[in-house]
Structures are given as C-alpha cells and as structure tokens.
C-alpha cells in the first residue's frame, strides 16, 4: 500500500491549487482517503475525507473552499484548494482512512504518503 501526494507549491493568498494523491496496492473506491496538514509548531489537521460511498468531509476551516474528489480510472484522490489564506500554508499528505465521518479528530489512519509543502504568501 502506498499513497503519495504531490501538487504543492507557492501561491498567493486567493490563488488556487489542486493537489494530487496517487494510490498504489489498493483500490481507492473501496476505501476513505483522507486530506491532512501540518505546519510547524501546529497540530495536524484532518482536512478533507472522502468515504467509499462518496460521502465527502471537510473541517470547518475549509469549508466551502476545498474540495476533494475520487477518479477511479486513474486510482487518484484529488484536493482542489481555493481561496487560499496564509494560515492554509502546511505540509499536506493524503492516506488510507479507516472511517470518514464528521469529526475530523477521528480520522485515523495507518498508511500516509509523504506529503507536498503548500505556501500562501504574497
């Protein structure tokens, strides 16, 4: 199983950008991928999450801006990340969740990509 995100780089605040997950080993419309960030000296954040079923979530933080999306023939899980404020600049990883459901804390995972750096900044 092997997950690995890429899409990341520089913008400015209100620009836009969709970031990739190619999966690998699995089918991802069988399992939830999840959407998470980190930025230095923060706590990971659960950002988006998108069940099986094709049931999406988001944290409060994103919503109404990012969107995640699931392309079966390409075994790829995308988030498209809009409006972008300095505060969304982190470390972005996809993985293979164990339950996508409204609390974003109880997302757990077990395998994760190694991430692409997003930077909002003018």
Partial sequence: ????????GLVRPGGSL???CAASGFNVDYYGIGWF???PGKER????CIASSGETFYADSVKGRFTVSRD???NKVYLQLNSLKPEDTANYYCARVLICGSD???W???????GT???VSS
């Fill in 1 to 8: 199983v092997q997950l690995q995100a890429s899409g990341g």
């Fill in 18 to 20: 969709r970031l990739s």
């Fill in 104 to 106: 974003n804390k109880n």
């Fill in 45 to 48: 954040e659960g950002v988006s």
């Fill in 72 to 74: 079966s023939a390409e």
């Fill in 117 to 119: 750096l997003v930077t």
């Fill in 108 to 114: 757990s995972h077990r395998f994760r990509g190694q």
């Fill in 37 to 39: 960030r980190q930025a």
